[in-house]
């Protein structure tokens, strides 16, 4: 795919243009947004990897709420009712009869709010970073520090989004995450939509979840706890949890890879896909990322080096540092790097 697909528009019955795009051909996927610029996602390097990758096997659906990105302006109304507006009008416009619903962030109570009162049109779900009761994955301490920031600093907000929050680092991707949350809405709509947000509650609806779900959780120990997932994953009545390895709380970063093969398979088959061991006898399996600061450690980098190489702090090779040593059982560069000839690692 050479350029960004075309924006088309579908019509809420409340009146409201929603910005959506489409690619790819295979099971309809929406996936479905939270502050969201469509346009301006396709410039993150990581999330067209993604776009690209999914669409080879799913047609892809993408679309930005009311408020947001392309999608007109005039917000209004940002609770639950309006964001299935939203949802319904898109799948109207593509005119498909059943869907996959991938439910990411703050669109994850929408995406279970549909499955339940929509069921015969909803194939397969799978959900990340929120929650039931949004409240749940919107309390802890460093979210509700970054939320103080919207109405106070926008910029600094949009900044500490990206690399903070989301965990995109210090490289391009942080760079082009951070310009689209800049440019998704004004702090007006965005203190309106994250106080919406936080109302948001569908826990009385998980029960009547009849597509299989998958819940995937990745997130540092101080932002969404892995028992608010696990909760979300036991309320349907087909859920599945899988935690993924690393700390960055979003996909297609830390492991882009295996994300993507673990999404894809889900929507075609209902299948779980791990993916293949990185590299051949590690006792646990390393990450994406895991492996590329692996290879350079093997040439001799230093972590200065290798952080210039991979767009992140040095902070963050020392951590992935310390997990691949503690999984290949090793205590030193040398040892790691021994280690990496032995088996072959690229």
């Not at 990411?104 to 499955?115: C, G, I, M, N, P």
């Not at 103080?148 to 690399?163: G, I, K, R, Y």
């Not at 599945?240 to 993507?260: H, I, K, M, Y």
């Amino acid at each position: 795919m050479t350029g960004e697909p075309e924006v088309r528009y579908a019509q809420t019955s409340d009146d409201i243009a929603i910005a959506y795009q489409v690619v790819g051909s295979g099971p309809v996927t929406i996936w479905m947004p939270s502050l969201s610029n469509i346009r301006a996602q396709w410039r993150v390097p990581a999330l067209r990897m993604a776009y690209e990758r999914l669409s080879q096997d799913l047609t892809l659906v993408l679309y930005d709420g009311r408020g947001t990105g392309s999608s007109d302006r005039r917000a209004g109304d940002l609770g639950l009712e309006a964001h299935l507006r939203d949802l319904e009008a898109v799948i109207e416009a593509v005119g498909a009869d059943r869907v996959n619903l991938l439910g990411y962030y703050h669109a994850v109570a929408t995406a279970v709010a549909y499955a339940a009162t929509e069921p015969q049109r909803v194939d397969r779900m799978l959900l990340f970073g929120g929650a039931a009761r949004m409240r749940d994955a919107m309390s802890p301490a460093q979210t509700q520090a970054l939320l103080s920031l919207v109405e106070q600093d926008w910029d600094l907000f949009a900044d500490a989004a990206a690399t903070a929050w989301l965990g995109w680092g210090s490289g391009e991707n942080a760079g082009r995450v951070a310009e689209a949350f800049r440019t998704a809405t004004t702090p007006a709509v965005a203190r309106d939509w994250f106080a919406e947000a936080a109302r948001l509650d569908v826990s009385n609806l998980l029960d009547r979840v009849v597509a299989p779900t998958l819940v995937l959780h990745r997130q540092a120990a101080s932002q969404i706890p892995v028992e608010v997932s696990r909760s979300l994953a036991d309320g349907v009545r087909d859920g599945r949890l899988v935690e993924l390895e690393g700390s960055t709380p979003t996909l297609f970063v830390e492991g882009g890879a295996r994300d993507l093969a673990m999404v894809s398979r889900w929507f075609l088959t209902g299948e779980v896909h791990r993916g293949s061991a990185p590299t051949s006898g590690a006792a646990t399996a390393l990450t994406t990322r895991e492996q590329d600061v692996l290879r350079l450690i093997a040439t001799g980098r230093t972590n200065a080096s290798v952080a210039r190489d991979l767009g992140i702090t040095e902070h963050t090779v020392e951590r992935h540092a310390a997990n691949l040593y503690r999984k290949l059982g090793v205590r030193s560069r040398a040892e790691a790097t021994a280690w990496a000839i032995r088996n072959g690692a690229d």
